[in-house]
């Protein structure tokens, strides 16, 4: 079974293993009636908070596509949502990786077996003979791109190009953690469906879907409680210490553009040296101290500071998956997080 590791002894499941939704009902409908319109839309931007579920609806949303090519059959028409028997065929192609009518865009392996940083023009250039094949699978052809936030400058324009004269039975599903960061010129050819955080009682439901955590469990029950509505959140958030990070690193934030520098050399060390989750759980705090700011800052008294903090965000994301990939040392990307951040809000 593939797997994201979230901790050592925690196996997540793929979304393209996940057949249940919770918590996005409206969104599903949303896709769904389009759908059985007749005249859907080619391409939608799914956005909204890393780990709510976006994936999970874009792959439940091509399995339905693939297993009904017509949306005016009975079975379309009266369907209550989204959902495929997992014991379909269509599905069981999809959730092996395997079925010809779906191409899937997301970061993968260099030739040194490290993960890359960014999807390239390459990978994303596959969208070109994809849908441009018509051996493989007759009827819809279906891209997720698994997020369009990675894709380099050179694979957005590829990707852009094939949009703006897209493919007879063509749909792509552009997954973002950040849509107001995405090319406008990709925007403006996209549905856009933003997706809200979860209720905690729905965020323990997917863990227990995604995972072999029980339901009652009192670790789980307090990280969902502490994940705002991210189930992605809330499986980082896990045995505590990555929540205490997450603490340590807000309260050093909140004495921005004062830093401690003893304070510094202590949240490295937390970091340890190839902690995944730990780092994961320090660049998590650090997007959504910068997302509140952006949120609730004055559009206009605030206009310039806004744009500096979007853009250290930017380089933060860079110098951290280069820190991931290539497993450098993790405490000068914190002196270096907190000097950008400094100099932004001064």
Known sequence: MSARKVEQEI?????RETSDLFG????????????????IPHAWLIGGAQGIGKATLAYRMA?????FRNPLVSQVQQAPTLRVDPADHVARQITAGAHGGLLVLERGLNDRGVMRTVITVDETRETISFFGSTAAVEGWRVCIVDTVDELNPNAANALLKILEEPPQQSLFLLVSNAPSRVLPTILSRCR???????????????????TDIAADDPALIEAAAASEGSVGRALSLLGGDA???????????????????????????????????????????????????????????????????AEVWEKIIRAARDTEAYNLERKP??????????????
């Open 63 to 67: 399995r339905f596509v693939l297993a």
């Open 192 to 210: 856009k469906l933003l997706l809200r955080p979860l209720e905690t009682d729905d965020v323990v439901r997917s863990a227990v879907t995604a």
């Open 24 to 39: 996005h009902r409206e969104a599903e409908s949303t896709l769904l009636d389009a759908y059985r319109s007749g005249r």
């Open 243 to 309: 929540l205490k990070l997450q603490q340590r690193t807000a309260a050093l934030l909140a004495t921005l553009p004062q830093v401690d520098p003893r304070e510094l050399h202590a949240l490295g060390e937390a970091l340890g040296t190839s902690d995944r989750v730990a780092l994961a759980a320090f660049v998590d705090g650090i997007d959504r101290w910068i997302s509140d700011k952006m949120r609730t800052g004055d559009a206009n008294a605030n206009l310039p500071r806004l744009a500096r903090l």
């Open 11 to 15: 196996a997540v499941r793929h979304p």
């Open 333 to 346: 990307l914190v002196f270096s997080v907190f000097s950008m951040l400094a100099d932004a809000t001064r």
